[in-house]
């Protein structure tokens, strides 16, 4: 027999479909289905942590066996004697199984054993089988049959977190529901009623947090919410508490170090990270922070709606209008920088000193040296039109011309300035500039670089005149149009291939196969001495 718990996320989990919020459709389906009489012989249900799936398979075997109907035919759990014992879990006749303790073939042959037999008090024997994925691949095909077919007073309801882990062969043979995340407002009304049933006293900032907190899981929001009423100072629930509980990083903290990284301010970026360091916030979640911090702010560049949530903080808003200023290029290589550092943090052995290096690079990537920006344009030549004023240049690009590089020759040319420019600066930065130049002249020897581009101010370009302007002569010509590193790869392959195509090999086999295509080639490369 089950007691009454003072837990809250036990104290209030659903005891039908009226009390569970944020699952509306698959409500309705389930009891269409029952009042219908048109019941699926197994359930699965799946979605993240504490959005519900055992409460429904529970509340779902309490309508099965309820019965007492109210006036519209509707199952009446709450005066139905079968429900409570379901409840009190009690009931012989609703068996609930736990697939992780309980994941062999023998098992499963003891529910196969079992279903044969008639239901001892309901109409019908209900096995839930909580975290179904980790039955093991003999006792799902164990299961096959009976699932298929089970006898008509039988029903399987099983729920799941990782419903990618299920064989298809089961998935087929069950009504599948998604039980979606719960959306803020619903989830922090619910919080709100929570509160004040308990007589807990919540400041809207505490509440937020614990909202952003528990992703959509109701479970987690209450957990959180009972923590915080245990771990509170005074009367009422404050945010710095929730920051301190959780261990999270304050957002003004976390919206300075992206304005620092932005703005290349590594006299204050460091002491900010140290400080958050002394004050215990985690390195992971500090990355993970600012990773959803870049995501938002590209979000909200697109669509400008994002800024009426109402669960926006004037924090928020500030930073929105301070990040709307930058391009959708330079937030993009802050995103790639993060997700690199977030791998090597989760390897190190020292995940603060790789954090504190990982925010460092991405401060360098994106700095975009405005203030210089006027003195550099002098050290380069860039024009949109054949560069006239600049006979010299002209007839050098005109001597590259007139030497007729092979397409070849022209991917090689690429090749060896992202090698250069990759092992000397930033891989990450050279695929920025070969994806976005066409590589025209390029010597190490001679330290000169000609490139071709559409854009002025493309990814990389300022990087690219800071790392080399010491060092290389470089001539920067705007063109509409220009062959890329791939372009050429492209041309290349499409060379290789009519080439291939009209040799007697290809036409012997076009003679058998007339509808014959060659659509993919690889250059292949042969020493002198190899015959093959």
């Known amino acids: 027999m089950k007691y009454q718990s003072n837990i809250l996320a036990l104290k209030y989990r659903p005891n039908d479909f009226s009390d569970l919020i944020g699952q509306n459709y698959l409500v309705e389906t389930i009891q269409k289905s029952i009042q219908q009489d048109k019941i699926p012989n197994a359930y699965i249900f799946t979605g993240i942590r504490g959005v519900g799936k055992t409460t429904t398979a529970r509340i779902v075997a ?121 959306d803020k407002k619903t989830l922090s009304d619910f919080i709100i009623s929570i509160s004040k049933k308990e007589d807990i006293k919540i400041e809207k900032e505490a509440l937020n947090l614990i909202i952003k907190a528990s992703d959509g899981s109701v479970r987690d929001a209450l957990s959180i919410l009972d923590q915080a009423n245990i771990f509170k100072s005074g009367e009422e629930i404050k945010a710095t508490e929730i920051v301190n509980m959780l261990g999270f990083a304050k957002q003004d903290d976390l919206y300075n170090l992206s304005k620092y990284i932005l703005e290349n301010n590594l006299s204050a970026l460091i002491p900010t990270l140290e400080d958050m360091y002394m004050r215990g916030t985690e390195t992971t979640k500090i990355i993970e922070d600012l990773m959803n911090i870049v995501n938002w702010s590209c979000k909200i560049k697109i669509d400008k709606t994002l800024m009426k949530d109402e669960f926006l903080s004037d924090e928020d808003k500030n930073f929105a209008d301070y990040v709307i200023q930058f391009d959708h290029g330079k937030l993009n290589i802050f995103w790639q920088s993060l997700m690199r550092g977030y791998d090597e943090i989760k390897i190190s052995p ?33 024009s949109q039109k054949e560069l006239p004023s600049s006979p010299n240049l002209d007839q050098a690009i005109q001597n590259k011309l007139e030497s007729k590089p092979s397409l070849k020759n022209k991917i090689d040319l690429h090749q060896r300035f992202f090698q250069f420019y990759g092992k000397n600066f930033s891989p990450l930065m050279a695929g920025l500039i070969i994806e976005n130049c066409e590589i025209i002249a390029f010597s190490e020897a001679k330290k000169e670089l000609i490139i071709h581009v559409t854009n002025e101010n493309f990814s990389g370009s300022e990087e690219l ?36 195509m009209q040799t007697d090999d290809f036409k012997k086999v076009l003679a058998k196969f007339p509808n014959a295509k060659i659509i993919d080639i690889e250059e292949v490369e042969r020493g002198e001495d190899n015959d093959g």
Do not use: W
């Open 350 to 382: 020292h995940p603060h000193s790789t954090l504190e290096m990982v925010l460092l690079r991405c401060a360098f990537l994106l700095n975009d040296q405005k203030s210089s920006s006027s003195e550099e344009k002098k050290k380069f030549k860039i």
């Open 62 to 182: 309490k309508m099965l066996n309820c019965s007492v109907f109210d006036s519209e035919k509707k199952p009446d759990l709450l005066n139905c004697d079968q429900a409570k014992a379901i409840s009190e879990d009690r009931h012989p006749d609703v068996l609930e199984i736990d697939a992780a303790s309980n994941t062999s073939v023998e098992n499963a042959r003891e529910i196969i054993e079992n279903v044969k037999y008639n239901p001892v008090l309901g109409k019908y024997k209900v096995y839930i089988i909580d975290e179904v994925h980790m039955l093991s691949k003999s006792a799902f095909n164990a299961l096959l049959k009976t699932l298929e077919e089970p006898p008509p007073h039988s029903k399987f309801i099983f729920a799941t977190t990782e419903i990618s882990k299920v064989p298809i062969t089961i998935l087929s043979r069950c009504q599948r529901f998604d039980l979606r995340r719960i």
């Open 465 to 500: 005149k800071k790392n080399l302007k010491d060092e290389f002569t470089i001539d920067i010509l705007i063109k509409e149009n220009i062959n890329t590193l791939e372009v050429l790869k492209n041309l290349h392959k499409k060379k290789l291939i009519d080439a291939e």
